[in-house]
């Protein structure tokens, strides 16, 4: 009896790491990566920068009728999201290779053994932490950008139709796209293949539908996330044939969990 018990307090420990215990763990790895900071300072960098860069060169008084009825600068202020996806993708990405390419994360599964918990726990710090940053910088790079707008044009209010709601997803679009890397980091596992499977899922995959016809572009626009983020953020004139934002941002939810579930998945199945 005495045996038992004594069993039963020493495995108490190693059942007692709930969520919010590796949470914590997650943070004081993420925060302690100088690194990540550093990713998320040229994300709001060029996020910024590029919004005050396209503003400020709009030429709006050089415009057509048929062009400035188009004139969308909501839209514009997030140009620089096109490099800032890249940057936040190999953020999420080294949140977990970097950990196997080093050993740590034999460290990690034996102080948490359940790999799915730890996951979780990864996604929540880093979607957290990426959400905070990317709704901060569309904000800045939003203000940023109208104030370099020329006086003769137009200057969207956010209490305008649909200019919040773009400025939002605007930072919301970034902590998805961190979570699919995640994801996928989990499941390729190295460093290099994982940054390449981001890039072909962004990059590549709008590439090879670009010599296809408008009906075929206009399908894909809705399924991939470049094209799907872009689409969104909108506030003149809805693309054509895209979905409205509230289904785009769910199917992206929908991609992110995927993701998170299939490297779940590979963790829970493969050696560390």
Same mark, same amino acid.
């Given at each position: 009896?005495?045996?038992?018990?004594?069993?039963?307090?020493?495995?108490?420990?190693?059942?007692?790491?709930? @969520?919010?215990?590796?949470?914590?763990?997650?943070?004081?790895?993420?925060?302690?990566?100088?690194?990540?900071?550093?990713?998320?300072?040229?994300y709001a960098a060029s996020l910024i920068g590029l919004a005050v860069l396209a503003l400020s060169l709009e030429g709006y008084s050089r415009m057509s009728a048929a062009d400035r009825a188009a004139f969308d600068p909501t839209h514009d202020c997030f140009i620089g999201l096109?490099?800032?996806?890249?940057?936040?993708?190999?953020?999420?990405?080294?949140?977990?290779?970097?950990? @196997?390419?080093?050993?740590?994360?034999?460290?990690?599964?034996?102080? &948490?053994?359940?790999?799915?918990?730890?996951?979780?726990?990864?996604?929540?710090?880093?979607?957290?932490?990426?959400?905070? &940053?990317?709704?901060?910088?569309? @904000?800045?790079?939003?203000?940023?950008?109208?104030?370099?707008?020329?006086?003769?044009?137009?200057?969207?209010?956010?209490?305008?139709?649909?200019?919040?709601?773009?400025?939002?997803?605007?930072?919301?679009?970034?902590?998805?796209?961190?979570?699919?890397?995640?994801?996928?980091?989990?499941?390729?596992?190295?460093?290099?293949?994982?940054?390449?499977?981001?890039?072909?899922?962004? @990059?590549?995959?709008?590439?090879?539908?670009?010599?296809?016809?408008?009906?075929?572009?206009?399908?894909?626009?809705?399924?991939?996330?470049?094209?799907?983020? &872009?689409?969104?953020?909108?506030?003149?004139?809805?693309?054509?044939?895209?979905?409205?934002?509230?289904?785009?941002?769910?199917?992206?939810?929908?991609?992110?969990?995927?993701?998170?579930?299939?490297?779940?998945?590979?963790?829970?199945?493969?050696?560390?």
């Amino acid at each position: 009896m005495t045996t038992v018990a004594r069993g039963r307090r020493a495995a108490g420990p190693a059942r007692g790491y709930g @969520f919010r215990t590796v949470a914590r763990m997650e943070w004081a790895k993420l925060r302690s990566v100088r690194s990540s900071w550093l990713i998320v300072a040229l994300y709001a960098a060029s996020l910024i920068g590029l919004a005050v860069l396209a503003l400020s060169l709009e030429g709006y008084s050089r415009m057509s009728a048929a062009d400035r009825a188009a004139f969308d600068p909501t839209h514009d202020c997030f140009i620089g999201l096109v490099l800032g996806q890249l940057l936040v993708g190999v953020l999420g990405v080294l949140a977990i290779t970097a950990e @196997f390419s080093s050993g740590m994360i034999r460290a990690t599964f034996a102080a &948490a053994p359940n790999r799915a918990l730890v996951l979780a726990a990864k996604a929540a710090v880093l979607g957290a932490v990426t959400l905070v &940053a990317g709704e901060v910088s569309a @904000f800045a790079a939003f203000l940023a950008g109208l104030a370099a707008l020329a006086p003769s044009a137009p200057h969207p209010a956010l209490s305008q139709p649909g200019v919040l709601r773009a400025v939002l997803l605007a930072g919301a679009y970034p902590a998805l796209v961190t979570l699919i890397s995640l994801g996928l980091g989990a499941l390729v596992r190295h460093t290099a293949g994982a940054i390449g499977a981001v890039v072909g899922v962004l @990059f590549v995959l709008p590439l090879l539908f670009a010599p296809l016809g408008p009906a075929v572009q206009n399908a894909a626009q809705n399924f991939l996330p470049h094209l799907m983020a &872009a689409a969104s953020l909108t506030a003149v004139k809805p693309v054509a044939g895209a979905w409205v934002p509230g289904a785009t941002f769910c199917l992206l939810c929908g991609y992110a969990a995927a993701a998170l579930a299939a490297g779940a998945w590979a963790l829970a199945r493969r050696d560390a």
